[in-house]
């Protein structure tokens, strides 16, 4: 039968009616209908599908984090922290020292405040290790693979293709493994206890870290030749100079080698007057270490503080343990006596349009020279990667090592990722790209094809019903008092306790997901609605109306109205 005839109707096919009277019987109880100005008629059904929670979308480890929130607040800590696995080995230290994209994109920062993510990711984290719970690995592969540098992306992509059975071997030029997670970061944001028993899980899988080997020093890159991959995650582990008249002063020292050295248990000379050049994470770390060392501290920043890229928590703990802020001043030159920093002349700053960074580029205002009394100066203006041991064939970009978005290099078995080839300075960044391309050497490896990337549906918070949802305060995170802070390097952050972390992951929308809440259920008018072993849902559309209720009531925007168009006399 034609398209249109009131005698029958075929499958799959959109039907154009010319005029009202021309619509098929009952057609009502496949769904609501809806007319364009053409006469062409829609059926629309509702269906469960479940979307991506702007906080999964927004890690860029691509953890599951709705989904270990909903297990949380079950009680489910061991089935949460496999959950994380899947996608990050290192939760422990993710939970301590991320910047947290998640929590900036949590729909609930729109209701009351974000969710503490990575508050209930640091205690799943440290529950796992307090549980010695371990993952599982696939048979052995006969493939061996090499990763260069054993920081968060080396780490990373060493766990996920041991997981799949290679032999991993990670070359470390520190003496320690761990990368600036070891080195670059102090004792009291990440303790080394807490790194070196999640290094530890990396290694039962099989990886074997062999530190105190320097690429083009001790070992050159063609020499891995009997690897049948190598993963180049080197970092960018040299700080930017200063590039200021008296830099080269007694007494000018650049953030990570401070931290490098207060890591590793190095002497290191500092006056009782320090200025930090900088508004990043490394120049609150060395501004804190700073303090801890007995110093006076104050931080000498170009832009306005809403601008700092450091992460808020840092500059707020920074500030109560006495450090100093110079927002709008930069620099001039370096007042040098008897070879040694005798002073620091500094110039004010005014802010102008935007620059790349998307942030206003800070303009010297003439003539507002000002001076400060410091005898110590440490800069911490950028990182820049050491690429003097690549051999030919490998590209570099913006400079870095250049790849595709899988870690690709231009030369045949060799990927990359973390700071030395994307720049993206954050732990967890470093991590995601380690995973993306041990995800590469396998599909590279075995022949198999890496799934397509799609394009995720992220639900809005518009899209969220909150007559669901009371109110409730962010639990806070427990610190210790300023007086333990600045004796010494302990932890200041104590960690949720369990009753804290369940309270808090109660706190979830579970944005575009179906928890099973029974919400339609109840509403739906029709009994159209079955529950399937008192969980799952099943929508028996030989009774559905399509009204639409369901889509409307469902709490966190789980059900969609769909196109129907398979339907018949």
Request: hydrophobic share 35%.
């Amino acid at each position: 039968m034609a398209p249109g005839s009131k005698a029958g109707w075929r499958l799959d096919e959109k039907i154009t009616f010319a005029s009202e009277r021309d619509m098929p019987p009952l057609a009502v109880s496949l769904g609501t209908m809806l007319v364009n100005k053409t006469g062409t008629w829609r059926y629309m059904r509702p269906v469960y599908e479940d979307k991506t929670p702007p906080c999964n979308h927004a890690c860029p480890a691509g953890e599951k984090i709705q989904g270990y929130l909903e297990l949380s607040k079950a009680g489910e800590f061991g089935r949460a922290w496999e959950l994380i696995m899947e996608d990050n080995p290192l939760p422990s230290v993710c939970g301590r020292v991320c910047y947290h994209p998640c929590e900036q994109a949590c729909n609930r920062s729109n209701f009351d405040e974000p969710l503490a993510i990575h508050h209930v990711e640091r205690f799943l984290g440290d529950y796992g290790l307090r549980k010695n719970l371990k993952v599982k690995r696939e048979a052995a592969r006969s493939e061996r693979v090499a990763v260069v540098g054993a920081g968060p992306a080396g780490l990373s992509c060493a766990y996920h293709l041991a997981r799949k059975g290679y032999a991993v071997t990670i070359y470390e030029a520190q003496p320690v493994a761990g990368g600036m997670l070891a080195v670059g970061i102090p004792r009291y944001r990440l303790p080394r206890d807490i790194l070196e028993k999640e290094i530890a899980n990396i290694c039962s899988l099989g990886v074997e870290i062999k530190t105190g080997i320097r690429m083009g020093l001790d070992i050159a890159l063609d020499d891995l030749s009997g690897h049948q991959a190598v993963f180049i995650a080197t970092g960018q582990h040299q700080s930017t100079r200063l590039d200021i008249p008296g830099q080269e002063a007694r007494g000018v020292i650049y953030g990570l080698d401070l931290l490098r050295d207060l890591n590793l248990g190095r002497s290191v000379e500092m006056g009782r007057r320090v200025a930090v050049i900088g508004g990043g994470n490394t120049a609150m770390d060395a501004a804190r270490s700073a303090v801890r060392r007995g110093a006076e501290v104050t931080v000498v920043y170009r832009r306005s503080r809403e601008e700092m890229p450091a992460i808020p928590e840092e500059i707020q703990e920074a500030e109560e343990e006495g450090i100093q802020f110079l927002f709008l001043s930069a620099p001039k030159r370096v007042l040098v006596k008897n070879a040694a920093v005798g002073g620091l002349e500094c110039l004010k700053m005014r802010l102008g349009e935007p620059d790349k960074s998307g942030r206003r580029r800070p303009i010297p205002v003439d003539g507002t020279e000002f001076g400060l009394d410091v005898d110590t100066i440490i800069g911490a203006i950028g990182q820049e990667a050491d690429l003097s041991f690549l051999p030919s064939g490998i590209a570099l970009d913006r400079g870095g090592i250049q790849v595709d978005e899988h870690g690709v290099t231009a030369r045949p078995g060799t990927f990359s990722g973390g700071d030395v080839a994307t720049g993206a300075g954050t732990v967890t960044a470093a991590i995601g790209s380690g995973k993306k391309a041990a995800l590469a050497i396998h599909s590279y490896l075995s022949g198999e094809r890496m799934e397509e990337a799609f394009e995720p549906q992220v639900v809005a918070y518009e899209e969220i019903n909150l007559d669901y949802f009371e109110p409730a305060a962010r639990q806070a995170m427990p610190r210790r008092q300023i007086t333990e802070r600045l004796g010494g390097f302990v932890e200041v952050n104590l960690g949720y306790t369990e009753a804290a972390t369940l309270t808090e992951a109660q706190r979830c929308f579970s944005c575009g997901v179906c928890n099973h809440c029974d919400t339609c259920w109840l509403f739906c008018p029709d009994v159209a609605i079955a529950k399937l072993d008192h969980r799952d849902y099943l929508i028996n559309y030989d009774y559905c109306k399509g009204c639409g209720v369901c889509v409307e009531e469902c709490p966190r925007s789980a059900i969609s109205m769909e196109e129907e168009m398979r339907w018949k006399k």
